[in-house]
């Protein structure tokens, strides 16, 4: 539509709007094709990547199937059904409305959002945050969103490889069992089938007589000490090509090829020793603490994402020190070119199946069927990939029924038996040991509340949404065992406000503002949470504020929220096993969103101290009881010796304590390394003094971090002084008086290795270069407050 001109650019203004008409129409789609006249005598499929969503399809003016699945394939076989020369296809297919108009709604959804009792999406297998979710509009996709083709063969073909890899204990061994589903054209039909395992020559042959229709053909091989897979930061993401060949008569008829990776996955749920149980996951019996984002459909129109938009956003990922993502359940499959960037780059991957916030209709046959037939398809496609290692069954189902009242009306739970039956039987049928699964996110296996924070995965949503609201201090206290989504607001940047922004309507609060606006922004406050933080933090309102001090004052307070939240849980390693917030990419550009990178994929101010707190050697200062604890945290396999300094910095540049001593960090922990009495720091003054701990090696500052227990409005400030010197491809940053969030690079486009950082007084702070002329200051954190108090 776009590309035809019918609609305008979707992201800019208030177009959006006027393109919702598209979902409510009847469309039909029309191909008059020739076919080979080799091919009409052999067995013939149509085959559609995605329809999008209720379709009938029309060959030749003959109804040949209908399809309502937006998430799996639709194979059709024509065979017989082509003529000679030209053949007709017809389309008609809707964006699902029409179909659920009249299905069952208070059943299932008894909610005030009229939003819900309109589109009834608990009823349609498509993506569901396309209903309108807070990060994304309503705009209802609808139409072939996929390639679409023919296939024809002779006698057989390979529907699918799905390699079952089982580690021994000591990873010494790999039984590999290769399932190759072969359609055959008829039966008795003798075939061989030979594997190889090209990089090591490898291989096993065996004969077959198939049947006809797709069928699993398992042949076996042993592995002898596989180089192994493992996750970025803790070793090479091996692969291996996995290669299957059907000969017939000595002469291959088909081949196709897996790339897969040997590795164990298991989860240790151990008991506690102070609450509750561990939810630590282990990759080849190494714990690896979990780092990332939760990744969401890359555009509200799904199929504009090509794979050099999903290589992009996977290697600014990666670039921020990820190993982990998880794919939320309100999207789509994450789909085989961003699972093998994933297997490629040594990103783990935790995927929920597509259920997300609602209660769906598992008690209804045919909805149960259509389910049956979408997970049994994911689970054979992405099987081979290494880096997925845990499936979970849906977002927030389990908590919805505990806390939301899912269980207090009309039908009561009538999803649980596809998340804790159909899922796990199909996962043990079809990938008995290549995941874990777990039923829901977040879920308790202890019959606790699903969201308890010392049982299986968390949601911490106490900050931003609940009871902490904007006290982004309180991340200090929590205790989760692997939070896996929780975040902070924050404003994208400058470029891409002023990209989708009308130039009439570039101000705070405008019309298309918070027409592109988060939401949640103003769920629990009518003032707006994000505006709230301003006030909170900052001590101003935020209507006093320029269109700039207010976007740079947003996402500095956005990057000081995510810091926190990651600070708090790594510093716990592994008594916390991962730090993974919500989320990670945009689907649109908004005014306000929870991303690092936006959706013009321009870094936001939090990316890089993101990046930083990620960093697999990191020091964190803990206000812990009476102490100031100093923790210092070497993901590394080999232990790390460096120096550490640490004390008092006053802002105006004096330094009352400090410290100085070698210190070894032992690998895969974080570990206590220095403390002091807390009163020395309140002594000293809250409001005019930070504590600081830095490691260095060799005169390169390694990680940094300070603490404030005064908040930003109620702390001092000095005129920035920032020196810069350089030294070959490194730049030298200090200053005599400390210095909030130097920044760089407002917009986000450039390629400087590191933004949005402070300066310690006397301290210097080094940052590789490649561009000389790249690197001046364009505002600070101290330049805003003065501006602000003054």
Known sequence: MQKKGIVSDLNYGVNYLSARWVSEQYWQYFKRFEVPEDALKKSIYLQFERLDYSAK???????IASHENAFIPCKVEITGKLKEGENMLVVAIESGLYDVADKNMLDYNNVANLNVHLNKRHWLRKPQYQFSWDWNPTLINVGITGDVSLLWYDNARIDNIVPWIKMSDDLSLANLTIR????????NNEVTIEATLLETGQKVIQAFNLTKGIKPYEVKMNINNPKLWWPVGQGDPNLYSLKVDIKMDGEIIDSDTRRIGFRKIEIDQSKHPEEGRYFTIKINNRP?????????????IYSNVDRKRTEELVDLAVDANFNMLRIWGGGLFAGNDLLELCDEKGLLVWHDFLFACSKYPGDNANFYRNVKKEVTWAVREFAYHPSLVVWGGNNELEWGAWDWGYADANKVVPDYIIFHHLIPVILKQESPDNHFYWPSSPYSDDHESPNSPVYGDQHPW??????????????????????????????????????????????MRSFTWDLHDNSMNFAS??????????????GVNYKTMSFDDYVFASGLLHAEGLAEYINNYHRRMFSSSSAIFWMYNDSWPVTH??????????????YHPVRRAFKQLSVVVVNENSKINIYGINEKQEKWKGRLQYGLFNTNGEIPLSEERNVTLPPNASTLIASFDKSIFEKAGFNKHGAFAVLNKENVNVSQHRLFLSRFKDLSYQK?????????????ISSPVYVWGVCLDMDGESNISDNCFDLLPGIPYTMKITDKNKIPVKMTGNDLMLNLLN
Request: glycine share 10%; proline share 4%; aromatic share 14%.
């Open 720 to 732: 920035p002084e920032v020196n810069i010197d350089l030294e070959g491809d490194l730049a030298i």
């Open 462 to 507: 106490g900050v931003s949404l609940q009871k902490d609201s904007t006290n982004m201090w309180a991340y200090r206290e929590y205790v989760d065992r692997f939070p896996n989504e929780g975040g902070v607001l924050g404003a994208s940047s400058p470029a891409t406000l002023r990209q989708f922004l009308p130039e009439s309507e570039q101000y």
């Open 57 to 63: 399809i029309y060959l030749n003016g003959a109804l």
């Open 525 to 538: 406050e009518k003032e707006g949470i994000t505006y709230r933080f301003i006030e909170d933090w900052l």
């Open 180 to 187: 190759s589903f072969i359609e055959g054209a008829k039966d």
């Open 593 to 606: 969103g929870w991303t690092i990178v936006d959706y013009y994929l321009r870094k936001k101010l939090a």
């Open 288 to 300: 690896v603490f979990m780092k990332g984002g939760n990744w969401v459909p890359a555009d509200m």
